[in-house]
């Protein structure tokens, strides 16, 4: 089977920094995904890290750990806005994009 | 921006009846994507589809689902019997090529409701 883990709610302060840890075990890996979701919305992308290390993007940076199974999201400099649920996602395939998603951590920033 | 496109946004529907979900996804994609998301639940894959035909399906799409792309920009999800179960948002998506690029491209979604 699948495993994707990620804790369920995180709460931080604006401005802040949070981190939120993703565990997989899947039967094939070809890349992680941080998806961030606003209630009542589709995933929209954030990162994509297939090889080991660290991926920055503006406020967000996505790390990988293949040999741990580990990956982590960072978001720096927190807004209101951030406000969302963030959804670590396993693509096993290497031809296609059938994602497995954790359960998603909802993230509330609060003032 | 391009993007997927995808209608209706909500669909209240009697259980037992037929339901059809359309997708318009980005035009030079080549792989187009169903997942369903329950409320409060994760996102799950459905079905993927490329060459115009099913590539890959999961458990949850048994007999009572059906794609189609039935001409050049669409591409639909049939129920062809809707359960209380399938009450869910459906998600379309989209992507180019192989290149691993990172970026599926997700439609807005589709509630549905069955009642």
Known sequence: GQNIDQPTEMTATEGAI???????????????????????EAPTFLSYN???????KGRFSSFLSRSKGYSYLLLKELQMKDSASYLCAVRRGS?????SFGAGT???VRA | EPEVTQTPSHQVTQMGQEVILRCVPISNHLYFYW???????????????YNNEISEKSEI??????????????FTLKIRSTKL???????????????????????????????
């Open chain 1, 18 to 40: 949070v981190q939120i840890n993703c565990t997989y075990q899947t039967s094939g890996f070809n890349g992680l995904f941080w998806y961030q979701q606003h209630a009542g």
């Open chain 1, 50 to 56: 297939v090889l080991d290390g660290l991926e920055e």
């Open chain 1, 95 to 99: 031809n296609d994009y059938k994602l």
């Open chain 1, 106 to 108: 909802t993230v509330t």
């Open chain 2, 35 to 49: 997942y369903r998301q329950i409320l409060g639940q994760k996102v799950e894959f459905l079905v993927s589809f």
């Open chain 2, 61 to 74: 799409f048994d007999d009572q689902f059906s794609v189609e792309r039935p001409d050049g920009s669409n």
């Open chain 2, 85 to 115: 179960e399938d009450s869910a948002m459906y998600f379309c998506a989209s992507y180019q090529d192989r290149v691993a690029t990172g970026e599926l491209f997700f439609g807005e979604g589709s509630r549905l409701t069955v009642l």
